[in-house]
């Protein structure tokens, strides 16, 4: 084997200061994280208990098989915005009956479970998930439609979520819906569009207009039982195909439909895969508080491939990019790592060659971020940096074996197109809490903009306030700085998740799982044009 030597000195200050850096970090991230934990917050979680019914998280606890993880995925949708941190919905993967599924959940203590803008794209994100990876939809229901001052920002688009629904059963992806309480007016779409309906006797309320609505438009008198209750589906409508006397009867039944889906993943398990050689807490020292001083990514490989084996190609050209074959978890991957951020001519040929190759093996890609973007420069740009880069992006856009990319340090420019960024559809994209991401960095985009207002002014003959302009950058420098932050893309869902970097290889793992209940066959050919 290849395994690869690591020179990191965990008594090192810089790997001291550069650990201390990431767990204060992971602190902010928990706090983050806590207030999605907590819902609409004690009172109405205390509520909500007194009803006696069971928390969002608690359901899904209840539906996964005992002792299996469950990766939750944009846990920070709607961080920074005016909405509860979480977006009201829960969403991931997760194993029921020895199947992975993914599994989304209403939370009823924040607003009654009401969809806003960002539960809406949460929500599309996860039926997305399901359908690249052919993996099964649960949907937990309980909630009160859109939230109506909203609505403007949620009619149009939200009508995706029932043709996603539609699109996944003529896949023959399973869809089944279990409802705890309200599922009104366009929600009622949800169990009435999925392939499998469970409701909970007195408690679930399905239909498209409620009494209130009902004595409005047609003046007649109803109560909610009979004119959406569990009972009337199972009975009358048709609309329930399995009547639960409560909650956990709800999710027992659940995980019945799934145990008789005979649903089948593309590939079978690997099996037992050797860890690391290198200890994974050592991964919290690597990336430096400070971006612009580069790190080595075989030391993040080394910490997350089995066995820290991994065959690199092209070492000796196009240096600044480390690619190279290795396994994950059992699961055959190629992987393209930056090294000194800037990407040249050299790495973006190179880049776009072991694309190509790993297309021809039918190998996922894993991107490992750190790119300050390509370089720029009269030398560079005579060498063809333009069409090199497009030979690079290029192949990205038009690979198809999946694609699996973490935000590790920086990821400016088209830098982070190349490397498969939000943009470029990967299956799953995650960022460490070190990761920063826009158009340029901080300091570069604001000196820009002061090079082009001082160039204005002189064009026009008028003075140039340099106090103005420094107050300018400063302001900026700091909005860019805040807007390149992973919670604040996390929380817009430009990634899946941001992840403690020990947790890496386990979420890749569980990714790699997942890829691989779909069939896939990579590109043999088909790339467009390459300008040489």
Known sequence: MTVLASALNPSDPDYRGHREAMLAKLAELDAEHAKALAGGGEKYVERHRKRGKLLARERIELLLDPDTPFLELSPLAAWGSDWTVGASLVTGIGVVEGVECVITANDPTVRGG?????????????????????????SLVESGGADLPSQKEIFIPGGAIFRDLTRLSAAGIPTIAVVFGNSTAGGAYVPGMSDHTIMVKERAKVFLGGPPLVKMATGEESDDESLGGADMHARVSGLADHFAVDEPDALRQARRVVARLNHRKAYPDPGHAEPPKYDPEELLGIVPGDLKIPFDPREVIARIVDASDFDEFKPLYGASLVTGWASLHGYPVGILANARGVLFSEESQKAAQFIQLANQRDIPLLFLHNTTGYMVGKEYEQGGIIKHGAMMINAVSNSRVPHLS???????????????????????????????????????????????????????????????????????????????????????????????????????????????????????????????
């Not at 973490?406 to 990967?426: K, T, W």
């Not at 805040?482 to 020990?502: A, H, I, K």
């Open 114 to 138: 009401a969809s806003n803008p960002w539960s809406l794209k949460k929500a599309l994100r996860a039926n997305d998930i399901a359908l690249a990876n052919r993996l099964p939809l649960i």
């Open 406 to 532: 973490v935000l590790m340090g920086a990821s400016y420019g088209a830098g982070h197109y190349g490397m498969c960024g939000r943009a470029y559809d990967p299956r799953f994209l995650f960022a460490w809490p070190s990761a920063k991401s826009a158009v340029m960095g901080p300091q570069q985009l604001a000196g820009v903009l002061s090079i082009v207002a001082r160039q204005s002014a002189a064009a026009k003959g008028r003075p140039y306030d340099d106090e103005a302009d420094a107050a300018l950058r400063a302001m900026v420098e700091q909005q860019i700085e805040s807007e390149s932050l992973p919670m604040f893309l996390s929380g817009r869902l430009y990634d899946d998740g941001v992840v403690d970097p020990r947790d890496t290889r386990t979420v890749l793992g569980l990714c790699l799982s997942a890829v691989h209940t779909a069939p896939y066959e990579g590109a043999r050919g088909g790339f467009g044009v390459f300008r040489m």
